[in-house]
């Protein structure tokens, strides 16, 4: 893979991507140690496109480029690719303590702020019933409900107004337009940015590099086939030239978007061969999660792999290469 820089830059500093766009490397308190989000200049300012988590340790970084790295220049205003809250999590403080619009596709947005606003005891009944169903028991159970509504830690409060932004929209940004994409899989309507002129893509959690994005059934549509979404995403991409810049938002920008495209969808094709073996007598979600996840994992993890183990079986179901067994406990057969 053509990567753009051998290493990655020390957290918390600026890599100019062009004289117009800065790479913003943030850290995170979980496996997934980074988020990169990034600026594009805006006339005398900058536009911010993600903006990690809402915590602390991002405002202070926030405070520090703004006033020390880029000499008092000031945002123009704050773009979220998705809901999630390392991309989303810092908006809310941004837009209020600079007065800037908010772009956000609706979706996003609107998921975003009800998941935040989910409090302890329905969140409780709701993640309760998602475990279960899906066969999670014992200590590993016990953890993932302990652990709470994460979401609405991670986030200040969403902005309560939104510039919707729609598939096949432009952003002119510095006086240069920027295509909005929106894409299913990762989550409903992730939106990434395309500019033509400079061949530049900001991908958001839609294609990584050396990472798949995770593909999960959230905690409120069980029998959802997210994977169905990503994998016509993955086709969608392909519209781009090949040598695009891909921005992604772990790991280092790359070209050869096409190839990792194809490695993609690739492993996916991997994954669901291998479900299907494995199911010959009926599977849970979890026992599926702990096939294809063997290593130990922690309750942020788990979250995510069971999801996705679920995606994957959910996926498989609707091309009729797995039943599924509906009951208390949902089973996955062939």
Request: proline share 6%.
């Amino acid at each position: 893979m053509d990567l753009f820089v051998s290493e990655s830059p020390e957290p918390g500093s600026l890599t100019d991507i062009t004289p117009d766009v800065k790479w913003l490397r943030m850290g995170l308190p979980f496996k997934l140690n980074h988020v990169n989000v990034w600026l594009i200049r805006d006339g005398e300012g900058w536009a911010i496109v993600d903006t990690g988590i809402g915590a602390s340790m991002s405002q202070e970084i926030w405070d520090d480029v703004f006033e020390k790295q880029l000499g008092g220049a000031k945002p123009t205003c704050v773009i979220c690719t998705h809901y999630h809250p390392d991309h989303i999590g810092c908006a809310g403080w941004l837009v209020n303590k600079y007065n800037v619009p908010f772009y956000s596709t609706l979706t996003e947005w609107s998921f975003g702020r009800m998941i935040s606003l989910v409090e302890g005891d329905d969140y409780k009944k709701i993640t309760t019933n998602y475990y279960k169903h899906f066969g999670l028991a014992g200590e590993r159970y016990e953890s993932v409900l302990e652990y709470g509504n994460h979401y609405a830690r991670n986030v200040t409060p969403l902005p309560l107004q939104l510039n919707r932004l729609r598939q096949g929209d432009k952003l002119t940004i510095g006086g240069k337009d920027w295509l909005i994409l929106t894409y299913g899989g990762h989550t409903p309507e992730h939106a990434c940015l395309y500019n033509a002129a400079d061949n530049i893509f900001i991908s958001g959690d839609q294609v990584l590099p050396f990472i798949s994005p995770n593909i999960s059934v959230s905690f409120y549509e069980m029998q959802a086939d997210p994977l169905t979404d990503y994998l016509v995403s993955l086709r969608a991409m392909k519209l781009l030239p090949a040598q695009t810049l891909t921005l992604p938002s772990h790991g280092i920008p790359f070209r050869e978007l096409h190839m990792r495209l194809d490695q993609l969808e690739a492993h996916h094709a991997e994954r669901l061969g291998a479900i299907i073996d494995y199911c010959s007598e009926p599977c849970t979600p979890a026992e599926i999660m702990d096939f294809l996840f063997p290593q130990a994992l922690d309750p942020h993890q788990i979250m995510f792999a069971i999801g996705e183990a679920a995606a994957h079986a959910n996926h498989l179901v609707g091309r009729q290469k797995l039943k599924r067994i509906d009951g208390d406990v949902v089973r996955y057969t062939k």
